[in-house]
């Protein structure tokens, strides 16, 4: 395909180097003539590994050019790629201003391309916050072009991810290829450019491919942040941190997986509240400041505050609560987010019912009944034995098992207001429902 690529610093220049050598014919546009000419010389702008090469051989070849012209650039093209910066501002916002002024002109230049044959796509792959293609961005092309998004133009969102030293090698053997299609056609454009490339690949919308890039970034910086606390603490306790890393990494199955890493509701339980608690004291008494594993606590309460919140906005006085304990399948109170949410709630004064088919008071023995009676000593007046007796006492319900006896009889668009805790699996099609309510979806 014939591509132009906005914008030619190290996401830009790699992008245009890469696609070119794949084949397609592309044209670089910057507003620094310097970048142009280095280009258009075989002299790539940025230092990178394998990139000086490449542009040499690509512009030998005749599959990349650069100009300072973006008029000329899209009107020579089929596809655009927008690839310009997006930093903070002073007060930590995305400075969308170089996005905003470079859609402007594309869309300038496709206004005056309305005769010309097959239907240009406009590829934002500059890291934006959800909301700003479709809120921001596709508004400005549809003034200036004249008509409409994923109708007379395509529009999609290509995040990148492409480390800086390996940037080359991550595009030919990337970890997925994420496309964020507002239609069909403009998806098939995008997931051409990269055809016969390794790795899986997500057509999603547009917004969700803009909070992926987001999703990646944070859990990149949190993982750096995490390792290098913990290490600082095993130095501080004579321990080799590497050491400990090593195995930590090698364990697949919980740690480095998918465990653990779906928004659900609070953790809690016997291990993990006590171990950061114990972690983070061991810290402060070898004076090794821990801030992000001292707000995994707090952070884990504010989330809990939030079902709370989502009961009071319903104006509602009776509640129900399907499960106490903090996992499915045990009757382990210890620390259960479950029990902090009804002391919460009771607490302030909300009619309370609660179900869990593991929970029988007379049951409860040693640590767990002097938990529960410490936390919730009320619990026996609370807990019903049935789901039915629950579901006729609630105006809305909070469901935090998924028991199938629970599951199985609660009620669609009728009955109680449902606060879904844990992502029921018919979680997509109650969200069309009135009365339903996802705790973090």
């Not at 709370?308 to 259960?336: H, I, Q, Y």
Request: aromatic share 6%; charged share 20%.
């Amino acid at each position: 395909m014939k591509v132009s690529v906005l914008g030619l610093g190290y996401v830009g220049c790699v992008s245009a180097a890469c696609l070119a050598s794949l084949g397609h014919e592309v044209v670089g546009v910057d507003v620094n003539q310097v970048k142009v000419d280095l280009v258009n010389d075989g002299r790539a702008p940025v230092v990178e590994e394998r990139i000086g090469e490449l542009v040499a051989e690509v512009v030998r070849d005749g599959a990349l050019r650069a100009t300072g012209d973006v008029h000329e650039a899209v009107m020579s093209s089929e596809v655009s790629l927008v690839c310009v910066g997006t930093p903070s501002e002073p007060n930590g916002s995305l400075c969308t201003t170089y996005l905003e002024r470079v859609t402007e002109q594309i869309g300038a230049a496709l206004a005056e391309r309305a005769g010309q044959e097959g239907r240009h796509t406009v590829v934002f792959r500059s890291t934006m916050l959800p909301g700003t293609c479709m809120n921001l961005l596709v508004p400005i092309l549809e003034k200036y072009v004249g008509g409409t998004a994923g109708v007379d133009f395509g529009v999609a969102v290509n995040p990148e991810f492409l480390r800086e030293g390996t940037s080359v090698r991550d595009f030919f053997d990337p970890p997925k290829t994420v496309i964020g299609e507002l239609d069909p056609a403009g998806g098939d454009v995008v997931a051409a450019l990269y055809d016969g490339l390794p790795g899986a690949v997500f057509r999603v919308p547009v917004p969700t491919a803009e909070a992926i890039k987001y999703a990646d970034n944070a859990f990149h910086g949190l993982k750096i942040g995490f390792a290098n606390e913990l290490g600082a603490v095993c130095q501080a306790l004579g321990v080799d941190s590497h050491q400990v890393m090593d195995v930590f990494l090698a364990d697949r199955k919980l740690n480095i997986s998918p465990a653990y890493l779906r928004p659900g509701f609070a953790f809690g339980g016997s291990c993990l509240p006590k171990d950061l608690r114990s972690l983070v004291h061991a810290a402060r008494q070898a004076n090794v400041s821990v801030p992000i594993l001292a707000h995994v606590l707090p952070s884990n309460s504010e989330h809990l505050q939030r079902a709370v919140e989502l009961v009071e906005r319903t104006g509602t006085r009776r509640v129900g609560l399907f499960g106490l304990s903090f996992k499915p399948g045990t009757d382990d109170l210890r620390e259960s987010p479950l029990v902090e949410l009804a002391e919460r709630l009771f607490g302030k004064g909300y009619d309370l019912r609660i179900y869990d088919p593991n929970v029988n008071l007379s049951r409860l023995l040693g640590a767990n009944r002097e938990y529960i009676e410490t936390r919730l000593p009320h619990l026996a007046q609370l807990l019903t034995e049935s789901v039915g007796e629950v579901l006729d006492h609630a105006e809305v319900c909070l469901v935090g098992t998924g028991d199938p006896a629970v599951l199985s009889a609660l009620p669609h668009g009728e009955g109680p207001l449902i606060v879904d805790l844990i992502r029921l699996p018919d979680a997509e099609a109650r969200r069309a429902e009135p009365g339903y309510m996802g705790l973090a979806w």
